[in-house]
């Protein structure tokens, strides 16, 4: 690629580039230098905290709650698979087996768990999913939302920072349950103004009737 005098001339170009350089630097106080250091040091922890920031948004939260009754039981555990492949650690509130248990209990347990912040998101699931996003969405703090397909699921995250996913398990399939659960894993709330002020409002409305 050189002939041997440009070869000479660059090796030549190089070592002067090298000397001014680390002449430059004995110039350069030390003070200056490690300051230099510590700013670059601080950019680097920065941006870290922020890469885990947006995997943590993205994601909806580190730790989930899941739990369904008898009818949601056998999509309970395709979505654990699920969660095992992707190494989202969660929490099983149970059911346990196919015998029948109340929907309330279970709904119950998940929404106080996230309510409480034992866990950032939830999954619950009943044979329709209506009695248990109906029982969690009583707690509150909690806005559960019923998804039947994978553009509700983006909006119940984008519009309605919804903090449990429900799922019927006995109206979806398993493709679509698993791809309803994934889109709604990993996708943030929007942030939007407009819609962070819908979402006061129902605060607002938990506050009036609440119960204490
Ligand atoms: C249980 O049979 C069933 O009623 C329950 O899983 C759920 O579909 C209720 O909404």
């Not at 984008?158 to 449990?164: D, L, P, S, T, V």
């Not at 889109?183 to 009737?209: G, L, M, V």
Request: charged share 25%; hydrophobic share 35%; with cysteine.
């Amino acid at each position: 690629m050189f002939g041997s005098c440009e070869y000479r001339c660059w090796v030549v170009g190089v070592a002067h580039f090298r000397y001014f350089c680390d002449s430059k630097m004995d110039y350069l106080p030390k003070a200056y230098i490690s300051q230099q250091v510590m700013h670059r040091q601080r950019f680097i922890r920065l941006s870290r905290l922020r890469k885990r920031i947006n995997r943590k948004e993205r994601s909806g939260g580190n730790m989930l709650a899941i739990g369904s009754d008898h009818g949601g039981f056998e999509l309970k555990e395709l979505v654990k698979e699920y969660l095992n492949r992707q190494n989202i650690p969660y929490q099983d509130y149970g059911t346990c087996s196919t015998a029948a248990v109340d929907y309330s209990d279970i709904g119950l347990e998940v929404a106080k768990g996230v309510a409480a912040g034992e866990a950032d998101t939830g999954i619950i699931i009943c044979g329709t999913g209506i009695g248990i996003s109906i029982t969690a969405n009583k707690v509150p703090g909690i806005r559960a939302a019923l998804c039947t397909d994978s553009y509700m699921a983006r909006m119940a995250r984008e519009h309605n920072n919804a903090n449990i996913l429900a799922l019927g398990g006995r109206v979806l399939g398993p493709e679509l349950a698993l791809d309803i659960v994934k889109t709604f894993i990993e996708t943030p709330f929007s942030h939007s103004p407009r819609h962070q002020a819908r979402i006061d409002k129902i605060s607002k409305i938990e506050e009036r009737y609440c119960i204490k």
